[in-house]
């Protein structure tokens, strides 16, 4: 439902904006510089998604969601993946107790890691698919089912995880059914000089940044339904529609470059990320209303990793985003135009 009144409008709009910089400002204090990765995990929080953080080791994707876990006050998990993990290690499972008073024997079941309002997934591509997809219910339905019982999990529920380019050795591509529940894909790079010279500064002397809570559950979950209720016009839908579907090899709208190197394109799911982020740039930059390039700020991560390219595309060494980079160039932004 559309918000009406406009003085609650801003009220809503101007308090969403304060929480999204009392958080920005709290992680700032440890991490230095990535204000467009810390910006995308926000984002993905608050869009009621998952964020997936992919990087080469030692650039900083665990400091910062230990961080964003430390301020806010939410129930925090945090799981290592590793080739042997299983995924009764992540889930839990049922054990046999005992009744002291009756001696009689159950089945009681022992909740796992998974069951906290925040958990880091923390170099998930290094377990092995039948452990990954142990993710998949619980992101998706925010539940887990074991023993044919089904166990509701706390919200808010946010899953942020890391993972190595699928290059680095020891890694098992995670399957697009799983790619595709993250909200956003977020690539991490290194840092710039003088963002270098400040980590040395702040991790060589001793420096221990106090980290607070500023936020609650309920705030974020307030912040979470706003989000859902901003209007977004119809020639701005439009256009989120007509992008999503120019990743369709064979579709309409679809770019050669789409038709030449890509496999599978973007889901449903893709233009909903496209629209939720939309709605969260616009009121950070302080309108009531999407922009175009809101769209665009959206696209790279919350379609990136819901693109297939065909075996002709790896073999050019393209990548994702160069792909919707030709898109972005190619789709219009009034339906006028595509006709």
């Known amino acids: 439902m559309a918000i009406r009144d406009e003085a609650q409008v801003e009220r809503q709009v101007a308090q969403f904006r304060d929480d999204f910089k009392k958080l920005r400002d709290e ?4 991490i230095v510089g990535h204000r467009e990765i810390v910006d995308g995990v926000l984002v993905c ?52 107790t005992e009744d002291p008073q009756s001696g009689r024997r159950h089945f009681e079941f022992q909740r796992g890691p998974l069951f906290a309002q925040m958990v880091l997934a923390d170099e998930i591509n290094r377990a092995t698919p039948k452990t990954q997809s142990a993710l998949l ?34 890694t098992y591509p995670l399957p697009e059914a799983q790619l595709d ?66 990743t369709h090899p064979g579709g309409a709208f679809a770019t050669e470059s789409v038709n030449k190197y890509v496999r599978w394109g973007a889901s449903p799911r893709g233009a909903q990320a496209l629209t939720l982020a939309a709605k969260i740039y616009a009121m950070l930059d302080g309108r009531y209303n999407v922009a175009f390039d ?27 985003d160069e792909v919707l980079n ?11 135009a595509a006709a």
Do not use: W
């Open 27 to 30: 992680i700032g204090k440890m």
């Open 45 to 96: 929080l608050f869009s009621s998604g998952h964020a997936l953080l992919e990087g080469v080791p030692g650039l900083g994707k665990t400091l910062l969601i230990r961080t964003l876990a430390q301020a806010l006050s939410l129930d925090f998990s945090r799981i290592q993946f590793t080739p042997d993990l299983m995924p009764a290690d992540i889930i839990g499972t049922n054990i046999i």
């Open 137 to 170: 219910e619980a992101m998706q339905e925010h539940t887990v089912t074991t023993g044919g019982q089904r166990h509701k999990l706390e919200e808010p529920f946010f899953v942020m995880a890391t993972q190595n380019p699928i290059e680095q050795e020891g």
């Open 181 to 246: 529940r993250f909200f956003f894909k977020v690539l991490v790079g290194y840092s710039n000089r003088e963002e270098l010279k400040q980590i040395i500064d702040r991790t060589t002397t001793g420096y221990m940044p106090d980290i607070k809570p500023v936020l609650s559950g309920e705030q974020i979950i307030t912040g979470q339904e706003l989000v859902k209720r901003i209007v977004i016009a119809p020639h701005v839908e439009d256009y989120i529609i007509r992008t999503v579907l120019a």
């Open 294 to 320: 809101d769209v665009k700020k959206a696209c790279f991560p919350g379609l990136r990793h819901r693109l297939l390219l065909n075996f002709e595309g790896e073999a050019e060494g393209l990548s994702t």
């Open 326 to 336: 030709d898109i972005l160039e190619n789709v219009p932004t009034t339906a006028e």
